[in-house]
């Protein structure tokens, strides 16, 4: 069907590096414990193929050069080289008119500038009056593949105030991902061409935060219900040639209130 992706694959996960109070190794030390312990390791890793693409090619256009007029030629036997052979008047009805498929081999010599073999389809011969044997969905455009990665630590500065560092990276394998090429064969200098050129969005960016919480809990109807104040500032630094300087986002100070507030992440400058 077009535009589905056949396979997908989202990954989320926390790991807990073994080293700091009360995990495997170094346990003891409260000075390698305040570098070295307590860190976790997250990610979000999302893989999946590229969207089935149609080929389709323009039904008010000539197979051949048109004439002055716009009109195009015609054959000996007065029939006229148009795209569309199928005689049903596609294109004031709006309808897609895909060609003819020659051979199967659709990503020959496949490259940036041509994602698909333009020589694998052709005009629907002149005079066949039929559609485009060319099916629904037999391209592939190109797969996605964004890895996310991040670490984080919490600080106990006393029993009720602790502290939390988290630094995400984005794309941490700074791979381009490009959207769906077009497909309209009777245009070769866009078919199977990456007309977008990756922004800063697709670039690595490194993101950073800290939050710093503080607690008490207080009897009310015999439960003990925590109170929480929390201050948030997040700090966005991001790699390309549209975010070159340091950003802050945002900087919040949060009345006292049962939930923490979650630092949002703002977009990347234009």
């Not at 590229?50 to 048109?66: D, E, F, W």
């Not at 199928?86 to 010599?109: E, K």
């Not at 794309?171 to 309209?184: I, Y």
Request: glycine letters at 12%; charged letters at 20%.
């Amino acid at each position: 069907m077009e535009g589905t992706r056949r396979h997908r694959m989202l990954l989320t996960g926390v790991y807990q590096l073994p080293f700091g109070k009360g995990r495997s190794f170094m346990g003891g030390g409260e000075v390698k414990d305040a570098f070295l312990g307590g860190w976790d390791l997250t990610t979000v890793t999302l893989l999946e193929t590229g969207p089935r693409l149609t080929p389709s090619i323009s039904a008010g256009g000539c197979q051949v050069q048109a004439n002055s007029d716009g009109s195009c030629p015609e054959t000996a036997t007065g029939q006229q080289q148009t795209n569309d052979q199928s005689n049903t008047n596609v294109a004031n009805r709006g309808a897609v008119l895909r060609p003819d498929t020659v051979s199967t081999n659709f990503y020959a010599g496949q490259s940036r500038s041509q994602f698909f073999n333009l020589a694998a389809f052709s005009p629907t011969p002149v005079g066949s009056g039929r559609f485009g044997n060319a099916g629904v969905g037999i391209l592939q455009g190109p797969g996605t593949a964004a890895v996310s990665l991040g670490v984080a630590k919490s600080f106990r500065i006393t029993e009720n105030v602790h502290a939390r560092f988290e630094s995400t990276f984005t794309n941490v394998l700074n791979h381009t991902n490009f959207a769906p090429p077009a497909t309209v064969v009777d245009s070769p200098s866009t078919f199977g061409a990456f007309d977008r050129s990756p922004d800063c969005r697709e670039r690595r960016q490194p993101h950073g935060a800290s939050r710093c919480s503080s607690g008490l809990l207080r009897r009310r109807r015999r439960e003990a219900e925590p109170v929480v104040s929390s201050w948030a500032g997040v700090a966005r630094f991001d790699s390309g040639p549209a975010c070159t300087k340091p950003k802050i986002n945002r900087y919040s100070i949060a009345p006292p209130t049962r939930k923490v507030r979650t630092p949002i992440i703002g977009a990347c400058p234009a």
